[in-house]
């Protein structure tokens, strides 16, 4: 969880940053690359965590 909440941090710093400052446009591309991949990985996390399955006493 730190590690989506660090990559989320990250990409609406750099979306910030990009809108803000003029010729940054690449800053923006990069946040919005960043925040897909946060996206991902939580999804990712969620699906595996899902599937596991745990062991049930007889």
Same mark, same amino acid.
């Given at each position: 969880? &730190?590690?989506?909440?660090?990559? #989320?941090? %990250?990409?609406?710093? *750099?979306?910030?940053?990009? $809108? +803000? &400052?003029?010729?940054?446009?690449? #800053?923006? %591309?990069?946040?919005? *690359?960043?925040?897909?991949? $946060? +996206? ?16 049930? $006493?007889?």
């Amino acid at each position: 969880m &730190v590690l989506f909440l660090v990559l #989320l941090s %990250s990409a609406i710093t *750099l979306i910030v940053i990009g $809108a +803000v &400052v003029d010729g940054m446009l690449y #800053l923006v %591309s990069t946040g919005v *690359l960043v925040l897909v991949a $946060a +996206v991902m990985y939580l999804l990712v996390r969620s699906i595996l965590r899902s599937l596991r399955r745990r062991p049930t $006493a007889f």
